[in-house]
Every structure is written in C-alpha cells, then in structure tokens.
C-alpha cells in the first residue's frame, strides 16, 4: 500500500492542472467534485497508506520515483521520505484540507472564480504534500516555494480590491525573507556536507561538536526559515494581513496547514538544533515571545479573522516553545490538535461572516446563540479547546508542552501559563461577544450540509483529537517524561486557561466590570492601541526598512543606472548616423576608402 | 597523377565536369528546369566523389593542390551551400523572363573557384581559384539587368574587386621577393630559419590581409557591401555571403596556419583592429536598417568580424581549437544566411524584391511558417540558446578566453547586444498586425523547392542547437 | 637589433621605390603642368587634325556584336598559346600531357558549340535576324 504514496500530490496537482486548464468549461458542481474529489481521493490514499504504516514496525519508508536533477556531485532524486512525522503531517494536510475542500464548495459556490478558487486550493495542497513528504532538502525547498505561491495567489484572490493584492504582495515579501534564509541554510549545508538528502544530513550533520559554529549557523539559517513560515517574531506580521483572502483559505493555509511548516522543518531537522543548544533556547524564546505579544493583539482586536489571526501566531509560538525546549512530540501533537480546532474555528466564522452579510466587527454581532446554533456551538467547543479546557484536545497538547517546559526553564513555564491565561480571555471573550448578549437581527441565510459536516466532525476532533496521538518515538529521542503526579505546577498549568475563561465572563458575559472603564485612563488606551496595531511592528518595520529603501528608491528615480545604458543607446545612434555617411553609394568614394584603409592597417601593422 | 590523387581532386573535377555539361545542356536545349536539374545533380555527384574520398588521408595532388580530411569537409559545405541556392534560384528565377539558364553555370563555376580555393597551397591557386570565384560573382550579381541597382552593383564589385585584388598580387609579390617562395609550406620553412621578423613579409602579409578584407567585408573594406547585396538577386546574395566569404576565410586561416603567419604578432594586431571595427560599425550600421538585405548585410559585417575573434586567438592556442570553433561557427551561420536569404528570396517577386521593413509587416498572419523559419534564422543570427548560431558563438567565445582575448571578447558582448535590437526588431515587425502590412495582391507564389530546403535548414539549425555533439564530433577530427 | 631597426631597414628599399613612383608620377604631370604653354585662344581645346576642322562626335556606338567577336577572338586566341607550350614540350609531357590536351581542347570546343548554338557568332542583330525569318517563310 504505502509505494501508492507518490499519488497522494499528484491527484491534487491534476486536480489543480485540470482546473486551470479547462475550468471556465466545467459546470458549478463538476468544479465542486474535481476540485474537493481529488483532495478527497488524497485523503482517503492517506488514511490507507497512514494505517499500513502505523501498524506496521514504523520502519521509515523511501519511495524514489527517479532523478530530478544531477549536476556535479548534486544529485536530487525525486523521492520522499516517510516516518511516523511525516504520516502526522499527511493526515492532517489530507484530512483537515478535505474537510475545508468539502466546505469551500459551499462557501465559494457564488464566487465567480469558483474553478480558479479550486485550483489554487488543489495546488497549494499538492505543494504542502511534496514538503511534508520530501526526501531531500531541495525538494522541501520545492514545496515550501510551492505553497508560499499557493498562499499568495489565494490571498490575493479576490484580486479586484486593490487592498487585497497589497496584502498577497505583503505576505509574499515578507515570507520571501524567511525562503532567503532557508536557502542559504541549504546551501551551507550542501557545501560542508555535500548532500541535500535530509537523513544523510542529519547523519553527517551528528559528526560535528555541539556548539560549534557550523550547526549554530545551519540550524539559525533554517530557525529563520521557519520563523518566516510560521509567522514568529520578527516576521510574524504579515499573518493578520492574509485574513484578506477568503475564509476557507485563512482555515487551511493560515491556520492547520502551511504557518506550521516551520514547526515541521524544526522537527525534521531536529538533531541539528541539539548540537545547537544557543538556537535551541532561542526556538524557545522566540515561541514565548511570540505567544505573549501575539496574545495581547488578541485581546483587543474587533475583527473576527484578526482575532484567530493573532491567536494562530500565539499557538506556534507553544509549538516553537515546546521545540524549543525538546518536547519535540508534544510539539507535533499541539500542531496536530491545533489543526483541528483552529481549523473548526476558521470554519465557525466563515460560517458567521456568509450568514451575517460579511460582516467582520464583532461589535456588531450579538447574540447569534439562537439563530445559529451550528456555529455556536462550534465555536465553543473550538474555543475550548484552543484555551485548552481540560478534556479537549487542546488540554491534552498544551499541558504536556507546558509541563515539559517547566522541567526545562520554569521561567518559561510561567510566561506560557500567562499565555495560557491571555488565551482564556480572548478566545472566550469572542465567543461572549458574538454569541451572547442582547440578540442582533441580521441574520440572512442558513448554512448548508456541505458547510455543516465539516463544523461537525472538525467538533468531534476538537473534542477528541487528543486520543489520536500519533507514537512519534520512532522520530524523536524518546523524553525523559517526568511522572509527576498532581502538583502545584500542573494545577496552576491547569487552572490558567480556566482562570482566563472566568476573566472573559465577568468582563463580557456578566458586564461586572468595563473595558471601557480600563481603556478610559491615558496609559490604558495608549496600551489598548498599542497592541491593537500588532505591537507597532508594521510601523518599526515601516521606519526602519522601508522608509529607507523608498528614500533610496526615490534618489535613485530618474535611475542613475539607466542613465548609463541610455548613453550607450545614444552613443549607438550616434555612431549609426555617423558611419552611415559613409555609405554615400559612389564608387569612387569606396575605392579611395579602401586604398586609405589599406595605407592605414598598414600603419598598424609596422608600428605596432 | 595516381589514383589515389584522382580519387582526391575527383569531387573539383566533377563539377568542372558538371560546369561544361551545364553549358553543353544549354547550347542543346533552353530549358531551365532541366538546367537547374544538371547542375543539381552535378552537385550531387559531386559530393557523392567527395564522400568516396571519404576519410583518406591527405594528398598532395600537384604543387599546387593538397587536399586534406578539412578541406573537404569545407568543400561539402560549399557543394551544399551551392545546391540550396540552386533550390532558391529554381524559385526566384522560374516565372521570370529572359535568358536564365547561364546562372547555373556561373553558379558551378563560381564553385569551382570556391572549391580551388579552399584545397590550396600555393599562391597560384590562390588567385586562380580567388579571381574564378570573382568573375563569375560578377556576372551574377548583374544578372538581372531589369531590376534596379543589379548593374550598379555588379560594376562596384567589379571595380572594388579589381582594387582588391591589386593589393592581394602586390602582397604576393612582396612575400616573394623576401622569400622567393610562392608555397605555403616553402614560406613556413623560410620564415622559421629567420630569426627576426621582416618587415617585407610584414607588408606583404597585411597586403594580403586587404585583399582578403575587401572578399570578407571587413572594415575598413565594408563599403561594398550593402549596395552589393541589396543590388544582387537575393539567391545570390546568399551565395555571396556564404559561399565566397566562407571559401576565403578557409583560405585565409589556412594561409596563416601553413605559412606561419601566426609568428606575426603584428599581422594579428591589424586583424584586432580590423575585428573591433567590423564588429561595432556592422552592428552600428544595421541598428536603424529599413531594408533587410542591407540590414543582412551590415550584419554579416559583424559576423565576419565575431569570427576573426577565433581566428586571432590562433596565435595563442592550438590550431586544432582554432579549425573546431571557426569551422562551427561557418557552419551554423552558411545554415543562417542561407535560411534568412531564402526567405527574402521567397518572398521577392519579379515585380519587387522583399526588402523593406514594411514588406514584412504581420508577415506572422500570412506566411506563418516563413514568418517561423525566418524568426529562427534572426535568432541564430543574434545568437539566442537553442540555435546552432548561439553554440557557434559560445564557440568563439571559448576559443577567445583560452587564447585570453579579454578586449575583443568584451567588443563580442556589446556587439552581441546591439545585434538583438535589430533582429528582435524585425521580429517584431513580423508579428504586428495584418492591417498595416502590404496588400495581398502582391503576395509571391509558394516556393515548394525552397520551402522544403528552408524546412531541413531550420531542423538543422535547431537540431545543432540542441544537440551538437554529432556536429562537434565530425569536426574534431578534421585538422 | 631590435624589431624596429629592422623593419626600417628592410622597408628601405620598398620607401625608396613608393618615393621614386611618387617623383615619377610628380615630375610627369607636374613638368607638363609647369612647362606647357597656356593659352586661352578660340581653337585652343580644338584637336589638331593636320588643318582640317573635326566634324562628328568622337562617341561613335558600335554594336554591342563587334565586342562579342573581339573578346572571342582574345579568348580562343590566347588558349592557343598555351598549346604553343604544349607542343614545344611535348615528349617530356608525354601522355598525362597529352590527356590534359585534350581535356583543355575539349573545353574548349564545348564553348564553341555553346556559342555558336545561342548565337553569338551571328552578325546579325535581333532585328535582323527576326526579318531574315519572316523572308526565309515567304520563300
């Protein structure tokens, strides 16, 4: 079963090429089933080949379909690799996608660019399928291009606002500085190893001393790869700017599937960032980092995307964290978990924005617990799992990285249980918001099955996503797992998120205290728009980097290198009028010509 | 003379033989059809002698003649170069009226004279085979006394040839009196006892570098050159962009090779300078070109001068690297030439030659796969990957960094780059809209012969573009 | 000695001889020039012809035929000289010589038959010969 693997991209990617070719001749639905069936079949070859290789010894499987490219002693075969990391990341990219496929089909089925959405979706997950499954870095690199494009083209899919194609051009050079690095992460590899293949990499790679320069340069090349994938400090501000492409997009690229790329690019080179314990704490410091301030932009957006936005950035910090700190399965397991609920939550506001007139303020909803109920209740069982209530899945990955933190750095620990207080707050803030209070009429139309069957099952793993711990003790050392029993550290682990959600009651749901008596004080609102502009970033960035290149855009208007290459030109025709003179067409002329040219070359040929 | 050496000169004596029928053919009965077939199947013949020389060694045949496996290979390129611009002729010339036939036979003997050329080693032959070729380019590029310019341009290449060829006999003359040697090899062993250069062979070197400028259009030896291609019927011009420039450029390196010229560093530092002239006022002057045969024209300039790169290298590295990239580099731009000629010639009607850039307006919309073949040719000519022209350059380009020709290489670059504006612009002005192009009333007839000689050409040249091993193969071993 | 001297001294001879060209030429037209009488009297461009007042225009056209035959005659004229050398030689030529003289011969004959059958030997004009083929069919 498992050598049927090589299908799992390519029916995607005739899905994809069947679209863009013929797409505007398909009928609506024929689009439907193309589009979601060839994901569809991906996934169903998923769950096979996933269960042959579960239950069987776990042996990592290589597939080679043949050579991609051999250049020196280069060579690339286009083969992929697959271990019990790999089998994760398929089901959730095959699963999860399904499931928004299926969605989308509802969703997008006015949109006039139907087949063109369908399309791009087929090719962003044929992409995000060759870089989870790469043999070799290179055709990582492939996919990791592959979905970067996929992102942009879906962000900017509505391409018609011009703010949208902003925000794709946005996301896509920001990502771009991240590839950059990642590049030069494989070519240093490539020079000091002379392989690209991942497992002879990491093999070779285990010869250096730990702490040297070349893995701390390796792995900090690739850390900031991932950084910019995964949308982390300090590249972490292009992901509430891609809340601009549809929703379905936001759930699948921006949500389950390409932001945590990163985390599995860490993960798959793993071993390099043991020998480099410096990046290795800064994985760390960077995740926490990142969880604090992306959560605080969370408690004060209005937006509904915006919020999850923020909320995504917050959770792969846990997972950067937990990598950081050597969990490394915990880390896979919160990425798996997190696909399920923030998938389910992306989904749940789709829902809310297609039955509420596209509205995004969450000001302006209100109690929609009654009309609709789906969505109410989706959002709930997401949220709590995302706030890691006890029972959801979110619990079960969320405890384990914070107690594994704890054991590494109980600094850590705390900054992540703030963090976990912060996600309480926010996540059930929205749901008060939205779904409680004095009831909003608006409410337009119902949503169908096909929009309502993946809310469902994404619920159902929400809730029980926890018990699909894939063994991952093939993959990573196993971790001395401290057996603790309960303790003060797991019960303040548990009562954060419990703690958060009272907090949102008594602001938003009971109405016992005011935001606006908190934001009414001078430091209060300075602190409130602080973090509602996402740190200020945009404007640091906007300072430091681009008010520069734009003034040195600006000096260079009248382009100073052009001016060059215009002179040529000029001189070019000068000399064409000139020698053209020459051409009178009289013989006499061109016979003395000669005979002068002859005296003259003569000349040359004795003086010199 | 013995067997062997028969076998060796057969291929110039059959098409002697082939001249001298061709002629009989007429005296018998006018028919041209029939003549373009002799002369055809003169060729063939021809060739087929040529390929029963085969690979044999190479032969002395008289003083004056020695044949070798490179002179041959030459000689086929000639033989075919000859029979496609018969292919264009049978086209250009059928529907037109007057006497046509003598043009097959000029043709033949101007073959003989390229042929003569292209095996010597001595300097009769030089100028028996040169002044062959000549005289009967004369003739050709005034056969059609009816269009306009044909006569004024047969007379300044009869008179511009007859300057030229004083200069060739006056460096003849002075090469002999130092060395009283008229044979290549006799002056090689002259110039190799002195130990110092001599300002006479000197002289007489650069002489004879004039001369051969003037057949090459070198600059400062170009003028004649657009006037001549654009007065001549565009088969023949063809045939004297490739076949004459080409037999002398053999002749010319061959010289230098067998003679020793190589020694003379000053000789190869006027060929520098005729180079970087050729390549700058070839590509300066074609920029703005409406009329394509004069735009051709000034291109081939250029060419010649690209191809002098390799030939200076020489002086530097070993003559085999030199035989290889000059030989390539003939090959890819014989196919070009005569690709892009022929096209011109297909195109031009008794009424008009196709030779203003307004002919050729939406030419994509009526003639696409004349418009496709020519599109080919243009990009060969300006060296684009994929063509057999772009591995031709890279092959000058090679031999001029192993002979670390840094100048002339970078006069290459610039050269090359001037050289797009034009070909693309021609490009350009096929693919624009139909409206503006000329009327339909005055589209020429569908050439069969010449389009399936253009087809097999652009095959060719993409098929050496691709892969030229099996080319570079043949040509390694020749020298 | 260097590379210069020695060109110099080996181009002597050659500067000398451009130099005595040059003063040949010089003297030759600037002695006439110098030396000739001018005069600007009525008949002074008048060619002398022994008295007798010139008449006509010296641009007498002759037919293009007349060309024809004299470069003919040139042509077969000066190929027979070659035959002199031949027959002087002719014993140490042997057969091998004999062969090529018969091939030069034979060439020589085909461009005979060649121009005798377009009618280049024909004194006749077109014109001529198209009314002495009318006359020939009234007959």
């Known amino acids: 079963m498992i050598e049927w693997l090589w299908l799992a991209p390519l029916f995607p990617l005739l899905g994809f090429l069947i679209l863009i070719l013929a797409g505007d001749k398909l009928s609506g639905p024929a689009v439907a089933w193309v589009g979601v069936g060839s994901v569809g079949l991906s996934a169903i070859l998923a769950a096979l080949v996933g269960t042959a290789f579960l239950s069987g010894d776990q042996v990592p499987y290589r597939l080679v379909l043949g050579s991609w490219m051999v250049v020196g002693d280069l060579s690339l075969p286009f083969g992929f690799y697959l271990d019990a990391l790999s089998v994760t990341m398929l089901f959730v990219v095959t699963g999860v996608g399904f499931l928004i496929h299926v969605y989308s089909a509802d969703f997008m089925a006015d949109d006039a660019g139907y087949a063109r959405f369908f399309a791009y979706m087929n090719l962003f997950v044929s992409a995000m399928l060759v870089l989870v499954l790469a043999d070799n870095l290179a055709m990582l690199y492939l996919g990791w291009e592959g979905v970067g494009l996929g992102s942009y083209l879906l962000i900017g899919f509505w391409y018609e606002d011009p703010n949208n194609g902003y925000a794709a051009r946005k996301v896509f050079v920001m990502t771009r500085v991240g590839d950059t690095s990642l590049a030069l992460g494989l070519f240093l590899l490539f020079t000091q190893l002379h392989t690209l293949d991942i497992q002879a990499v990491l093999r070779a790679s285990s010869q250096w001393q730990a702490g040297t320069w070349l893995p701390v340069a390796a792995s900090a090349l690739l850390l900031g790869g991932a950084v910019g994938k995964s949308a982390q400090l300090p590249l972490q501000t292009w992901l509430p700017d891609a809340m601009a492409g549809p929703t379905p997009v936001s759930a699948l690229i921006h949500a389950a599937t390409m932001v945590t790329a990163g985390v599995y690019l860490i993960a798959r080179t793993h071993t390099l960032f043991t020998l480099a314990p410096a990046v290795q704490f800064a994985v760390a410091l960077v995740g926490t980092v990142t969880l604090l301030i992306a959560g605080c932009s969370a408690l004060v957006q209005t937006d509904i995307k915006r919020i999850l936005a923020y909320s995504t950035i917050s959770q792969i910090g846990y997972m950067f964290l937990a990598l950081g700190v050597g969990a490394w399965s915990a880390a896979i397991f919160h990425l798996l978990t997190h696909a399920f609920f923030k998938a389910l939550l992306f989904l749940a506001a789709g829902a809310v924005i297609f039955c509420f007139h596209h509205e995004h303020d969450i000001f302006r909803m209100g109690g929609l617990r009654k009309a609709m109920p789906v969505a109410f209740w989706s959002f709930v069982i997401g949220s709590a799992a995302l706030a890691a209530l006890p029972l959801t899945s979110g619990y079960y990955s969320k405890h384990d990285i914070l107690l594994a933190t704890f054991d590494a750095s109980p600094g850590l620990w705390a900054a992540g249980c703030l963090g976990a207080l912060i996600t309480g707050i926010y996540s059930f803030r929205l749901v008060f918001v939205v779904f409680f209070g004095p009831e909003r009429p608006g409410v337009e139309r119902a949503i169908g099955w096909r929009m309502g069957l993946p809310l469902l099952v994404l619920c159902g793993l929400a809730l029980l996503g926890g018990l699909l711990r894939i063994p991952l003790d093939s993959v990573f050392p196993v971790a001395v797992e401290a057996h603790r029993g309960f303790d003060a550290v797991s019960g303040i682990t548990l009562a954060a998120p419990v703690a958060g959600l009272a907090i949102a009651a008594l602001f938003y749901l009971t109405g016992t205290f005011s935001v606006r008596r908190l934001v009414s004080s001078g430091w209060g609102r300075g602190i409130q728009n602080y973090w509602f502009s996402g740190w200020g970033l945009d404007s640091l960035y906007n300072a430091l980097l681009i008010r520069p290149f734009k003034a040195i855009a600006g000096f260079n208007k009248d382009d100073v290198v052009d001016a060059g290459y215009t002179a040529i030109a000029k001189l070019s025709l000068g000399l064409h009028y000139l020698t053209s003179a020459s051409q009178t067409g009289r013989l006499r002329g061109y016979a003395a010509a000669m005979g002068f040219g002859a005296v003259l070359i003569i000349a040359v040929g004795l003086l010199s | 003379m013995n067997s062997s050496q028969l076998i060796a000169f057969l291929p110039v004596i059959c098409i002697a033989a082939a001249a001298v029928v061709v002629m009989l053919t007429i005296a018998v009965r006018r028919h041209f059809t029939l003549t373009c077939l002799m002369a055809g199947l003169g060729l063939l013949v021809s060739l087929l002698a040529l390929a029963m020389a085969g690979r044999q060694g190479p032969v002395q045949v008289t003083p004056l003649i020695r044949v070798d496996a490179y002179g041959r290979f030459v000689m086929a390129l000639l033989l075919a170069a000859g029979l496609a611009v018969i292919a264009f002729c049978y086209d250009y010339f059928k529907n037109r009226e007057g006497e046509n036939e003598e043009l097959l036979f000029l043709i033949l003997a101007a073959l003989l004279g390229a042929s003569v050329l292209v095996t010597s080693c001595h300097f009769a032959t030089f100028f028996i085979g040169l002044e062959t070729l000549s005289v009967s380019l004369f003739v050709l590029v005034g056969y059609v006394l009816g269009q306009s310019g044909s006569l004024e341009a047969a007379v300044k290449y009869l008179v511009l040839s007859g300057v030229s060829s004083a200069f060739l006999l006056m460096g003849m003359a002075l090469i002999y009196a130092q060395c009283g040697q008229l044979n290549f090899s006799g002056i090689e062993q002259y110039l190799a006892s002195q130990e110092l250069f001599n300002g006479m062979v000197l002289t007489g070197i650069v002489f004879i570098v004039a001369g051969v400028g003037f057949k090459l259009s070198l600059v400062p030896f170009h003028l004649w050159t657009p006037d001549v291609y654009e007065g001549a019927p565009a088969p023949v011009t063809a045939f004297i962009a490739t076949v004459s420039k080409g037999a002398v450029f053999i002749l010319l390196l061959r010289f230098f090779l067998s003679s020793g010229g190589y020694f003379y560093g000053p000789a190869l530092t006027v060929f520098s300078v005729m180079a970087v002239a050729s390549i700058l006022v070839g590509n300066v002057l074609a920029l703005l070109q409406n009329n394509v045969k004069r735009m051709l024209a000034y291109s081939s300039i250029a060419h010649m001068g690209y191809l002098l790169i390799a030939f200076i290298a020489g002086g530097r590295i070993a003559p085999n690297l030199v035989v290889e990239s000059v030989t390539f580099y003939l090959v890819a731009y014989f196919m070009t030439t005569l690709g892009a000629f022929g096209v011109v010639s297909i195109l031009s009607t008794p009424q008009a030659e196709a030779v203003a850039l307004s002919f050729y307006h939406g030419l994509f919309w009526r003639r696409p796969g004349l418009a496709a073949i020519f599109t080919f040719m243009l990009l060969s000519l300006a060296g684009i990957p994929l063509t057999a022209g772009f591995i031709g350059k890279f092959y000058i380009f090679a031999a001029g960094a192993d002979g670390r020709l840094w100048g002339l290489l970078l006069m290459l670059i610039i050269g090359s780059g001037l050289g797009l504006y034009y070909y693309l612009r021609l490009i350009v002005v096929m693919s624009m809209s139909q409206e503006t192009g000329i009327d339909a009333g005055h589209e020429a007839a569908f050439g069969r012969v010449s389009s399936v000689i253009l087809a097999v050409l652009t095959v060719l040249l993409v098929w050496f573009g691709i892969y030229p091993g099996y080319l570079m193969s043949l040509i390694q071993g020749l020298y | ?139």
């Open chain 3, 1 to 139: 000695m260097n590379i210069e001297a020695t060109l110099v001294s080996d181009l002597l001879p050659l500067i000398v001889y451009f130099g005595a060209v040059l003063a040949v030429t010089g003297v030759m037209l600037g002695g006439a020039y110098f030396l000739g009488q001018r005069h600007s009297a009525k008949a002074a461009n008048e060619p002398f012809e022994s008295g007798i007042v010139p008449a006509g225009d010296v641009h007498i056209r002759f037919s293009i035929q007349f060309y024809l035959l004299a470069i003919f005659f040139v042509i077969f004229d000066m190929e027979s000289v070659f035959l002199f050398a031949w027959s002087v030689a002719l014993r140490e030529s042997g057969w091998p010589g004999f062969i090529e003289a018969l091939i030069f011969i034979g060439v020589l004959l085909a461009a005979l038959i060649y121009l005798w059958s377009i009618g280049a030997l024909d004194w006749r004009t077109r014109r001529q010969r198209i009314d002495a083929q009318k006359s020939g069919r009234r007959e």
